[in-house]
């Protein structure tokens, strides 16, 4: 039995929801190509009747009624032409926010995604439902109809038209089995160098500062190099076989016009047939020429298809679930195996620990030792091999994200801020509460800073937050953290980029979470913001080594009055591992 919502469907479903438009145009490619034979039909009449009779009025009534005809046919041609518009457009509307969910989730399940590509594929795909190529497996249908006009003008010409297919046929066939291949290999290279080039970009400033532009450009090249001969052997092979059609065709008209010239001789029929007989098997043998002139561009629409269908696929939609209460922020790790995405070697073996509502919890341990991968495990953001993240008793994968999200703070390692203005940023782009705002701000003891900003809360932060410094945007992401007063927030080494004045300022917030009954989780290496932590985690090697009380904890590496008198001087696990 085949499920209405299975993932490997979903392309082809929303293509079927179409299916009526497709209809209507293939109604409309019916009356265009009937209208093609027009032209065939003036000039038989005016050979056989009108220059045979010298009659003005015949010719006068026959022109008007083909002109009619010819904007009937315009006509019916921009209507077929709106509807492939329209499909191509509700295509677009209906996949877009399902792809753009699938590239984050498949980023999220294997660490690299498909970038931006789904998008371009979308595109390509969108362009040809709208160009020639699609016109021409419309009009392909009509073929037969044309030689059977052929046939009862003269069985000869009939047969020559069967022959001139059949050799445009093969063509065809040379075309897709001599540039399917290279098409499909260049197109793989070219994605994976825009993924390569996508990469550098985004480390810019390190490469030019280093002096690594030029290999790392060097490197690209030699790929795109790649890509560029795969396209040319493939468009030299199109171009050869596309320009072998277009002359075949123009030779073929020709020679029937030869052989209608001979029958003429032959007194087998008139001039008029003759000259129609010409232009029809050219009308005939046009759809064939012009899937061969747009064969790349199917193929490229194919390969567009196939890695949609692919995508949808591996990516299924994200199951709806009812809606839970509000959490508390109470935390529970069962048995915890997690692996990073697309990886196979754990990096969590085991993992079993439970936090309180309202705790503080600092995680420390030596470089490597799976801290930042416990962060990304409470979150939900890494799926679980074995065991289950519960979040107040609830499965955290059982929680609908956009639910879920306002009651959390995250904090990530590397923080980027979006394209935007500060104020956006910490609202999370979602609409804009003034009042709110500066109250996350203030609460992340970040809004003098920010009023110290060019236009205040109205700053533009620029792409990836590249206006700011890094210790600006370490702050700015506590504050957006921190708003709408989450009952979670996990914050990644927050003071990696803070000098002393910012991460005094971090101390003050951290307590102003515990005041306010936050659950709090911090991955440190420094050991000045675990004052305020309530218990340790200690993580080696992706094991859970000890968990309890901070001064239980850290009395096994160093004196526990040091925390609070000389921040500076205490010694970590990860600095006394080193």
Not at 173 to 190: D, G, I, S, W, Y
Not at 425 to 453: S, T, Y
Not at 475 to 502: T, W
């Amino acid at each position: 039995m085949q499920h209405r919502n299975r993932p490997e469907d979903e392309l082809r479903a929303v293509l079927k929801a179409s299916r009526n438009s497709f209809i209507f145009a293939g109604f409309f490619s019916m009356f265009i190509n009937m209208l093609m034979l027009v032209p065939a039909l003036y000039m038989l009449q005016v050979y056989d009747r009108v220059l045979a009779s010298s009659s003005e009025s015949t010719l006068l009534m026959l022109t008007i009624l083909v002109v009619f005809l010819y904007l009937s046919m315009s006509l019916f041609e921009v209507i077929r032409s709106r509807i492939l518009v329209r499909v191509s457009a509700r295509l677009d509307m209906q996949l877009n926010p399902r792809l753009f969910a699938a590239m984050f989730d498949a980023k999220l399940r294997d660490g690299r995604g498909a970038g931006t590509q789904p998008i371009d594929d979308l595109g390509n795909l969108r362009q040809f439902l709208t160009g020639n190529g699609l016109f021409g497996f419309f009009d392909a249908p009509w073929v037969p109809v044309y030689i059977a006009v052929l046939f009862l003008l003269h069985p000869l010409l009939g047969w020559f038209a069967v022959g001139g297919a059949v050799l445009l046929f093969g063509l065809a066939v040379a075309n897709e089995v001599l540039t399917r291949k290279p098409l499909a290999e260049a197109n793989r290279l070219a994605i994976a160098g825009r993924n390569y080039l996508g990469g550098n970009l985004r480390n810019a400033e390190a490469l030019e500062a280093m002096g690594m532009v030029g290999r790392v450009q060097a490197r690209w090249s030699e790929r795109h190099q790649d890509v560029l001969k795969l396209q040319a052997l493939a468009s030299d092979r199109a171009g050869l076989l596309a320009n072998a059609s277009k002359g075949l065709r123009v030779a073929l008209q020709s020679l029937i016009l030869g052989m209608g010239a001979y029958l003429v001789i032959q007194q087998e029929f008139t001039a008029g047939v003759m000259i129609a007989g010409s232009i029809i098997l050219g009308r005939a043998l046009a759809p064939i020429d012009l899937l061969i002139g747009t064969w790349k561009g199917f193929l490229s629409a194919r390969s567009a298809y196939q890695r949609l269908h692919g995508l949808l696929s591996a990516v299924p939609k994200r199951p709806r679930f009812m809606s839970l209460p509000a959490p508390d922020g109470s935390v529970l790790l069962d048995g915890v195996v997690a692996t990073p995405p697309g990886g196979s070697t754990p990096v969590l073996r085991g993992i079993h620990f439970e936090i309180a509502a309202g705790e503080v919890v600092g995680v420390i341990g030596p470089s490597a030792a799976g801290k930042s991968s416990l962060a990304r495990v409470i979150l939900g953001l890494w799926p679980v091999v074995a065991g289950k993240v519960r979040l107040s008793g609830a499965d955290i994968t059982h929680w609908n994200r956009e639910e879920l999200g306002p009651y959390i703070g995250y904090l990530p390692q590397d923080i980027e801020l979006l394209d935007g203005t500060v104020s956006e940023n910490i609202a999370r782009f979602g609409e804009i509460d003034p009042e709110q705002v500066v109250e996350a701000a203030k609460r992340a003891q970040v809004h003098d800073m920010i009023l110290r900003l060019p236009k205040g809360y109205d700053t533009p932060v620029g792409e990836g937050g590249a206006v700011l410094s890094g210790g600006q945007r370490q702050r700015i992401g506590l504050a957006r953290a921190m708003y709408g007063r989450p009952v979670l927030v996990v914050l990644d080494e927050p003071n990696s980029n803070l000098d002393d004045q910012g991460e005094a300022a971090l101390i003050r917030a951290i307590n102003q979470l515990k005041a306010e009954g936050s659950t709090v989780v911090i991955v440190a290496h420094r050991p000045s913001v675990l004052g305020s932590v309530d218990k340790i985690i200690v993580l080696r090697e992706g094991l859970l080594e000890l968990f309890g009380p901070r001064d239980q904890v850290l009395s096994k590496f160093a004196r526990p009055t040091a925390v609070k008198s000389q921040p500076t001087a205490t010694a970590l696990p990860s600095q006394a591992a080193s």
